[in-house]
């Protein structure tokens, strides 16, 4: 069964740290691109980053540059999101997805991070 | 940065054709591609490469472009349509994604 689990969620204070996990089972996670997606509550989808299938190559949209960073390991079929100096704007349900050739495109249930002092 | 624009809201009738637009300047280059998202449940590509039907998604549904706007077909949309739909697509470098705002679909 094709499946992406998101964890590491919670509530945080502004100006402090992050990590997501994303947990890949039932494809071949290595063979493909793997992206971050957050939406507000009541707000619309955002886009947050890329890595390419093999980490070689990464993009972030601009409200999290510098501050947030994607990793994978393939050896363990597992995306990471690390984010840093959290800002209460970054209160969100964060996805992970799965893109591929095809129309290939899983997501994960998200997993909800709440910035606040 | 780059935009795709979406109208807020549409309304039709159960039966009648709904028609979602989104516009942005690299659509003549980049492509489309359309997601449904019911409420509390993660969201569901319904078009992708501006016309194309993933498995399981049912024939009402189709996808055009054209210049710098792709648009959403409904045909004989049903009450179990009602979501909000969301495209999505690329810059021109094709390395930054975007979405669209987000369209609220009442089928009534």
């Known amino acids: 069964q094709v499946q992406l689990v998101e964890s590491g969620g919670g509530v945080v204070q502004p100006g402090r740290s992050l990590r997501l996990s994303c947990a890949a089972s039932?494809?071949?996670?290595?063979?493909?691109?793997m992206h971050w997606v957050r939406q507000a509550p009541g707000k619309g989808l955002e886009w947050v980053g890329i890595?390419?299938?093999?980490?070689?190559?990464?993009y972030y949209a601009d409200s999290v540059k510098g501050r947030f960073t994607i990793s994978r390991d393939n050896s363990k079929n597992t995306l990471y999101l690390q984010m840093d100096s959290l800002r209460a704007e970054d209160t969100a349900v964060y996805y992970c997805?799965?893109?591929?050739?095809?129309?290939?495109?899983?997501w994960g249930q998200g997993t909800m991070v709440t910035v606040s002092s | 940065s780059y935009e795709l624009t979406q109208p807020p809201s549409v309304s039709v009738s159960p039966g009648q054709t709904a028609r979602i637009t989104c516009s942005g300047d690299a659509l003549p280059k980049q492509y489309a591609y359309w997601y449904q998202q019911k409420s509390g449940q993660a969201p569901v590509l319904v078009i992708y490469?501006?016309?194309k039907r993933p498995s399981g998604i049912p024939e009402r549904f189709s996808g055009s472009s054209s210049g710098t706007m792709a648009t959403l077909t409904i045909s004989g949309a049903q009450v179990e349509d009602e979501a909000d739909y969301y495209c999505?697509?690329?810059?021109?470098?094709?390395?930054?994604?975007?979405f669209g705002g987000g369209t609220k679909l009442t089928v009534l």
């Open positions: 490469e501006d016309s």
């Open positions: 999505y697509s690329t810059d021109s470098s094709g390395n930054h994604v975007v």
């Open positions: 997805r799965a893109t591929g050739d095809e129309g290939f495109d899983i």
């Open positions: 890595i390419w299938y093999d980490g070689s190559n990464k």
């Open positions: 039932g494809f071949t996670f290595s063979t493909y691109g």
